[in-house]
């Protein structure tokens, strides 16, 4: 058990830690707020191809829906038969739908690092983590632009945080396809529409039990899951078009 955790320290804790000092050593103001949305942006910067991947994974399951209705009802009662077809379907069809969920196994590993770094707030003896070419900051201030302070809770930045992740929600599922006049929602499609306004609601009681820097991280990181989501589509949207307007 030890092992693991030395590697956790080395290769996740610690470079992260070290990169939120330097950011806030670096940037104008040293403000570790700043800090925190510069080294959240830079990871999903970074990780930008394997969130590309996820959007356009949940885009072609949104375009399958109907054949994947098609292939439950079909094998309504025989799962063996229903799961290689759905294998089959994904397959063909060149999607893997555990990719939506890769940009939440990186943010992960961050979270759990700024949780460690603000829950007690932040004290002189984490300092000694420092690599040698990291200089420790004079004055340890957890301020927000003066206004809040990371190292404790924000009912505010929890209420942006839920705000955040309802906004992410609707905007993917919005990509789907509408049901037919009639027609009953699946299981699936139920759980969705749930969890819409189920997890957001959990993601404010989260973020106002903690740290604000784990609210401020959230909204940091669904913001740029917003824009990316946008981006994406809009240039495939584009693409398509001009495609279309070649032909």
Excluded: C
């Excluded at 804790?13 to 670096?26: E, H, K, M, R, W």
């Excluded at 009639?182 to 139920?190: R, T």
């Excluded at 819409?196 to 009681?205: A, D, G, H, K, S």
């Amino acid at each position: 058990m030890d092992f693991f955790v030395s590697l956790y320290h080395i290769f996740l804790q610690q470079p992260i830690f070290n990169a939120l000092v330097f950011l806030a050593q670096t940037i104008p103001g040293k403000d570790f707020g700043v800090a925190v949305i510069v080294l959240t942006l830079l990871v999903r910067g970074v990780s930008y191809p394997l969130g590309a991947q996820g959007v356009r994974a949940q885009k072609k399951l949104a375009e399958l829906q109907p054949k994947i209705k098609e292939i439950q009802e079909k094998y309504k009662n025989k799962r063996e038969e229903q799961s290689k077809a759905m294998l089959e379907l994904y397959r063909t069809a060149k999607v893997n739908p555990f990719s939506m969920f890769l940009p939440l196994l990186i943010q992960l590993p961050i979270f759990i690092v700024l949780y460690q770094t603000f829950s007690h707030g932040i004290q002189a003896d984490q300092l000694s983590a420092l690599y040698p070419f990291v200089a420790a900051p004079e004055n340890i201030d957890p301020m927000f632009l003066n206004l809040v302070n990371l190292n404790e809770r924000s009912y505010v930045f929890a209420f942006l945080a839920g705000v955040f992740q309802f906004a992410q929600f609707k905007q993917s599922s919005g990509a789907k396809p509408k049901r037919k006049k009639g027609e009953k929602p699946d299981m699936a499609s139920l759980m969705q529409s749930q969890m819409t306004y189920i997890f957001p609601v959990v993601i404010v009681w989260i973020a106002a039990s903690m740290p604000a820097a784990f609210a401020l991280y959230w909204v940091s990181s669904t913001a740029f899951s917003l824009w990316q989501h946008w981006f994406i589509t809009k240039r495939e949207r584009y693409v398509e078009q001009r495609a279309i307007a070649n032909n």
